[in-house]
C-alpha cells in the first residue's frame, strides 16, 4: 500500500512530521505546511497590529496672555479627543508645557487659583493673578481648541 492512498491514515506514526516530511507527496504534509502558513500569517499580522496599533500622541507647548500679559500662576488644561484631562502650570513668563496628548480634537480650559487667605499668614505669599471671564473655565464655552498633531507642536493661546 503506497502512502499517497486514503487508506495510509490508520497506519501508526503516518501523521507526525518526521514521517511525514520523509514522503514529500503524502497528503497531510500539504495540510500541514497549510496550517503552518496560516498560524505564521496571524502571527505576523498579530504582532504587526500591537506595533504602533496604539493611539498617537503629541506634546503641546506655548504661551497664556491675557490682556497682553503672561498669565502666571494659572493653569491650562486640555481634554483631548480620550476626554482625557492633562494640566500644565503657567510659568511666570507665561509659557506651558503639556507632554502625552492624544491626537485628534482637543478642547482647553483655562483656570486661575482662588484667592484664599489664611488666617496669620499661613500658607506664605500668595501670588497675584489677574481675575479672566468665567467662560475660559469651561471647556465648552472657552471658545479655545486645538487639533493635535503626532509629535511637538507649539500652540500660543491669547484672552481677551
Known sequence: MSFDQPGC??????????????????????LVRADLLKTTAA???F???????GPSIGDVSGE????????????VIFFDSNNKA???????DGKYNLKGVATGPA?????TPLAI???GGLGGPQKTVPTIPAKYHDREQSGLT???????????????
Open 9 to 30: 491514515f490508520v497506519q501508526p506514526g503516518c501523521c507526525n512530521l518526521l514521517t511525514a516530511s520523509q514522503y514529500p507527496n503524502h497528503p497531510r504534509r500539504s
Open 107 to 111: 478642547k482647553i480650559a483655562i483656570f
Open 86 to 92: 492633562i494640566t500644565s502650570e503657567i510659568a511666570d
Open 117 to 119: 487667605e489664611f488666617p
Open 47 to 53: 504582532v504587526l497590529a500591537g506595533c504602533g496599533g
Open 43 to 45: 502571527l505576523c499580522a
Open 146 to 160: 486645538l487639533n493635535v498633531k503626532s509629535g511637538s507642536q507649539i500652540h500660543n493661546i491669547p484672552l481677551e
Open 64 to 75: 497664556v496672555k491675557f490682556a497682553g500679559k503672561p498669565l502666571a500662576g494659572a493653569s
